[in-house]
């Protein structure tokens, strides 16, 4: 199969992402463990109808669609990172018969992951016999044989018996395949393998035996490194002998990947025996497992943070070593590898950090070059490999405890020694569980509590209420989880509310690669409700790497920089920090008033303007000009609103053409380098949002969506790369504004208990036949923020303008509690019989005119002037 081709425009960005895969935390979030930290000023909560006090035990889900990812606040480390090139499950990911722990590590702006970290058999008594299986095709490149056919623009070399694939800059896509054509019995030699021990950007591997004009994916665009298995009878259906095209994808230009081996080859024995059943469960403060052997015996277990630098895995095991068998603990590793007997250490260190396992005092370590050769029990090599596997007897007593140690390059490198030697103590691992578990509690105790999950206006299609209620929660569990620590070996000295932590997305500014420019802010903007330092010190953060041209680094997106500094300011009072980042600021949005367009890597089209970026920064300016207003820049009040009745002007000239089919764009091209474009619908309808919009262009944008409106489908008749979250909440809220209100309640409805069946938060959502999946980047900032947001709409309160807004949609009669503005608290209720939104807590002041508010539906309503606590 030919690779998948990024379509020309940002029409298809998320396909694009998915080929690529002081201030710090002195104030983390409140009450972390070990720490002290200062949240936003919250009061008493009240629970939603017939949701008990949420806890660590709402949240938790067993069964196929769980997370396996974990992590926990201003942490490098995530434990089961996910591949989003990848379109299987994180359960397929990350669990198996062998309850693989793999982990990754943010270091010098690198996002590095270790898979199969560790990893668990039985071994049976007695000693193995490894035989090796038959090999049908052996390449370990030595040379480059002459047989291998690249594709033009692929550089294909082989040093120190590596080889070594790139594209250049002037390779004429970003991908491009190395072929070797191969005549195998399939029947005998089923099994596909390729050492892979460094990849930059992407890689794939493919069979085509010239029967279809598409290739068959073995391995799809992944990022990851080590050893890798297929089967080739069950990928493809062959049998018997068959003659095909072996094809290794290189992704991304500039991005070397680097393969040791590929063979074909019969299927493996194994000697060890991974488990005949498991299971797992996920909750925020623990990975649990449990598992039993063919061979006898049984193990349950968990893996845990012990602190922001450390792992643990306990084990627990069960009649495992009747008639002396044992446990054998094993990992994948690639880097240089040290071994401390007496301490019972074993440390892998790589050019940007090392991670140390306790294995155990005085046990002998074996090393191994493959998988096959692990599970066959040999042979083994010695010294250890530059990577391979490295494998240890453990005796099968009650419990068994491991720490996992990490340090980043700079570091002291006995600090990850330290780390595992103080995570694998037995009496702390569970003193350390109970931490995590009230830590959580403790943090879903202080978020804004909404009292009303129920979706009246849509089919439940198997979603409850309390379905919603654990996925709210589970919401702010990955945004408090995804806050990492400031970067000092690159000299970022701030905390960021990474584009999604265990995705492993690193593509943002340097400094700060793992923030998106949109993504992280929209994160931001509600981690103020839960730790306003954090919240701002991540929004400093990213305004620091603002140059003097005004341009931030990394990939280019729709501006949303003056909204959150607007919403920060609102929901903490800080006005400060407001003054502070407002230079930054205006650099900032006066050269994205010059660029309108995605930029990132080798995509600039300089004539292309983008109507999601267009709108989006017109919202901008207008928040621009209250912060203008609010830090003494009187000049720049009228400067703002100047510049966004401009780009208004040429919005509606781009984007609103009187002749031809399509009577709203997506993309203009001022210089004709392109075909105009009419773009995707929902990234265009964030116009609805727009102040002041002529109502001929806003009819059109009503039109547009109506067309696609379908009240009854999967995310009311859209998916990718429609779904997401900006565009569907701006969508919303110009839907709300517009008069459309019962299809915006719809609207809202569908994508909160889409966003629920999919199961992940994710960058984009999609509706295909089998129900709502999330991709893109995933998990992803984007999903939590999305559903956060409409829960609260459906409770009356909007938090998208800075000031609150109330609204009443059909039929809602719920509310939230624990909101924070200007640092005081807010409490919101719906009386829907009497038509009335009843307001508490400090932020307002004043009798019943001040908090007792007549809204009609639909209608977006403010605190009344007089009533707002001053200071």
Known sequence: ????????????????????????????????????????????????????????????????????????????????????????????????????????????????????????????????????????????????????????????????????????????????????????????????????????????????????????????????????????????????????????????????????????????????????????????????????????????????????????????????????????????????????????????????????????????????????????????????????????????????????????????????????????????????????????????????????????????????????ASTYYRAWHFLAANLLPAGPEVGFSYPQVATGKPSMWNFGAPGSRPSASWDSLLGIQYLAYLDADAAWGAFQGLMSLVDESGKLGGESLPSRKAQTAWILSSVTGDQGRLAAIYADLRRYLLWAEANPRWIFGDHDIPDERDAEFVASLIIDFGYAERIAAAVGADADIAFWRRHAADLTRDYLTWFFPTTGTNRTLQYHYLDGSHADSAGNTLWVCTGLHLRNLPEGESRLLRDRFLAGFDPTATLAGWGFPDVKAPDVTFTAYGLLESGLTEQADVFVQANVRDIVRAGMFAEVYDDPPGGPVGTGVRPSMFGAVNLIDFVWLRNGYRADDGEPLFVRLPSADGGVSGLTHAGDTLNVDLDEMAGLVLLSGRAVRGGQDCRRLAVPIGVSTAIPEGCRREG
């Not at 279809?212 to 990928?235: H, I, M, N, R």
Request: charge should be negative; proline fraction near 9%.
């Open 1 to 468: 199969m030919i690779a998948p081709e990024p379509t020309p425009g940002r029409g298809d960005i998320h396909s694009r992402r998915a080929l690529l895969g002081g201030v710090a935390g002195a104030a983390a979030l409140a009450a972390l463990p070990g720490h002290a930290g200062r949240a936003a000023a919250a009061g008493p909560a009240t629970l939603a109808r017939g949701i008990t006090k949420p806890t660590t035990d709402l949240l938790a889900v067993t069964g196929p669609g769980q997370p396996r990812w974990l992590s926990v606040p201003m942490s490098r480390i995530v434990a089961n990172p996910y591949d989003f090139n990848q379109t299987t499950s994180e359960v397929v990911q990350n669990s198996g018969p062998e309850l693989p722990l793999s982990a990754g590590y943010y270091a010098h702006d690198e996002a590095n992951r270790v898979p199969s970290m560790l990893m668990l058999f039985r071994r049976p008594p007695g000693e193995p016999h490894p035989e090796p299986p038959p090999v049908a095709f052996d390449d370990d490149f030595d040379e480059l044989a002459p047989e291998w056919e690249a594709e033009p623009g692929v550089s294909a070399q082989v040093v120190d018996s590596r080889l070594t694939m790139v594209l250049p800059d002037d390779a004429p896509n970003a991908w491009g395949a190395l072929s070797h054509t191969l005549t195998v019995d399939v029947d005998a030699f089923p099994v596909v393998t390729i050492e892979v021990p460094s990849v930059a950007g992407a890689w794939a591997l493919k069979v085509n035996d010239g029967s279809a004009p598409v290739d068959t994916v073995l391995q799809g665009d992944t990022s990851g490194a080590g050893s890798f298995s297929y089967d080739l009878t069950k990928a493809t259906g062959w049998s018997g002998v068959q003659t095909f095209s072996l094809r290794l994808f290189v992704v991304q230009k500039n991005a070397p990947l680097v393969v040791d081996r590929i063979t074909v080859q019969g299927q493996p024995t194994s000697w060890l025996e991974p488990a005949e059943r498991f299971s797992t469960t996920w909750r925020p403060e623990a990975l649990e497992f449990s598992a039993s052997y063919a061979g006898g015996g049984a193990v349950r277990g968990r893996d845990q943070f012990h602190d922001a630098g450390s792992l643990t895995r306990v084990l627990t095991v069960d009649g495992l070593g009747v008639g002396g068998a044992s446990l054998q603990l094993a990992g994948r590793y690639v880097g240089q590898v040290s071994h401390e007997p007496d301490r019972g250490v074993l440390t892998v260190s790589t050019d940007t950090f090392s991670y140390s396992i306790c294995v155990g005092a005085r046990r002998t370590v074996e090393f191994f070059a493959s998988e096959t050769d692990l599970r066959a029990g040999g042979p083994t090599v010695s010294p250890a490999p530059p990577s391979g596997y490295w494998s240890v007897r453990a005796p099968a007593r009650d419990t068994t405890v491991v720490g996992v140690g990490f340090v980043y390059r700079g570091e002291d490198p006995g600090v990850s020694v330290a780390r595992a030697l103080a995570a694998s103590e037995p009496a702390v691992a569970g003193r350390d569980l109970r931490r995590w578990r009230d830590y959580w509690n403790s943090v879903l105790a202080r978020v804004p509590h909404p009292r009303d999950f129920a979706l009246p206006a849509v089919a439940a299609d198997g979603v409850t209420a309390e379905d919603v």
